[in-house]
């Protein structure tokens, strides 16, 4: 089984920033590509960014511009550095890892509140 180590998520003011780490162990391989999505209450899960092992980089719609990822596939390791963080940022963003097998982290909480 694979197991994905989410942190760095907590309580930021609007405007804020705040940087998430995913680490995947266990019985892991190269990942084809690595991912963080978000689930406010109410809404569907929803991608927020992924990268490739090739480097390909996408981002949602809303939050391009003020959020980056980044990371070391060869690793499992992977990072989301959210600056300008607004009030509907607030969510629990989960990890997701893609090889021959798949894996979600346990998720973080990101609240963004005055």
């Known amino acids: 089984q694979v197991q994905l180590v989410e942190s760095g998520g907590g309580l930021v003011q609007p405007g804020g920033s705040l940087r998430l780490s995913c680490a995947a162990s266990?019985?892991?391989?190269?990942?084809?590509?690595m991912a963080w999505y978000r689930q406010a209450p109410g809404n569907a899960r929803e991608l927020v960014a992924f990268i490739t092992s090739g480097g390909t980089i996408s981002y949602g719609d809303s939050v391009k511009g003020r959020f980056t990822i980044s990371g070391d596939l060869a690793k499992n390791t992977v990072y989301l550095q959210m600056n300008n963080l607004k009030p509907e940022d607030t969510a629990v963003y989960y990890c997701?890892?893609?090889?021959?097998?798949?894996?979600w982290g346990q998720g973080t909480q990101v609240t963004v509140d005055s």
């Open positions: 266990g019985s892991i391989f190269s990942a084809n590509a």
């Open positions: 997701f890892y893609d090889a021959i097998n798949r894996a």
